[in-house]
């Protein structure tokens, strides 16, 4: 509606992102940590509340988990197998280009338990990429990398496998980055969000947070 557009439009400029496009991780993160008057800041417990919201659908009661205040612990670990690729991909693209190039597939492929040399691992990532019709100098893009998982091309995994996988890039992510709980709950609900794995929230995507 009008209110929600001219509010949206408010959100986008105040950290600079394309109302056609949407907010990329970083610049929701500092609208919801901005308790200015122009910011949406959410205490601990309402993001907690949004993941128990979102919960029905997206995530599940085992891996890592914030206090809701009252309410037990909440889950940050996807259910769906779609979300739990969709986040895995997210965790691995460490430039942010919504692309995963030839290291960062390195990095999926680690947490899976590849521990072969150089060259083998060239020769991997070439098939991933000839099997999918990518070029390997641009690298996966999200539909792409969810391909090649479900269609075995880089490798055949379980839905449990998977989870194992996002839960080590998870704890890689938060021994580099010294993340805190909060910024984790913060980002499970970007990926939760993030309906069209584009790395961005829409408009349509961040009304269902703001409301």
Known sequence: DEAWEKEYKMLCGEVFAKTEVGLEINAFTRIINDTSERGCYCRDVELAAMVRQLGATTFVGAGNSVSGGGGGDVSLMPVSRAAIIRTIFHLCDTDDDKLLKDHEMLTFASAAGFNGSHDEWTREYRFVCTRSATNPLTGLNPMKFILVINNGSAGKYSDEELRVILQKLELQQNLNAGASGRSGVIRAVFHACDLD???????????????
């Not at 794995?197 to 409301?211: A, F, P």
């Open 197 to 211: 794995s584009d790395g961005y929230l829409n408009r349509g995507e961040m009304k269902s947070i703001v409301n």
